[in-house]
Nanobody, 124 residues
Framework: QVQLVESGGGLVQAGGSLRLSCAAS????????MGWFRQAPGKEREFVSG????????AYADSVKGRFTISRDNAKNTVYPQMNRLKPEDTAVYYC?????????????????WGQGTQVTVSS
């Protein structure tokens, strides 16, 4: 049974930082690209960042470029988005997802497995 478990969310002031993590089990982690998405109330789920299976390829939404960094540790089956200079508009539930064929890819339909999400709230 595949499980993706996010952690590290919480409440932070604008300008602050958070480091999320997503621990994977039940799959061959090193063969999957990993993505992070977020969904704010009343909005569609959107791509935030992604990383290829090897870590050599990364992608970021324009809204987070220069502020967020994604990395992975294949020995620990974990992916880490580091979020800096957070803004109130970053407030959302953040989800990690696994994509067997990704490089990474941006569309939600490309991802095979999803976590339950972790809430990030940025106060102004």
């Amino acid at each position: 049974q595949v499980q993706l478990v996010e952690s590290g969310g919480g409440l932070v002031q604008a300008g602050g930082s958070l480091r999320l993590s997503c621990a994977a089990s039940g799959l061959t982690f090193r063969t999957y690209a990993m993505g992070w998405f977020r969904q704010a109330p009343g909005k569609e789920r959107e791509f935030v960042s992604g990383i290829s299976w090897s870590g050599a390829g990364t992608a970021y939404a324009d809204s987070v470029k220069g502020r967020f960094t994604i990395s992975r540790d294949n020995a620990k089956n974990t992916v880490y988005p580091q979020m800096n200079r957070l803004k109130p508009e970053d407030t959302a539930v953040y989800y990690c997802a696994a994509d067997l064929w990704g490089g990474p890819r941006l569309g939600t339909a490309n991802y095979d497995y999803w976590g339950q999400g972790t809430q990030v709230t940025v106060s102004s």
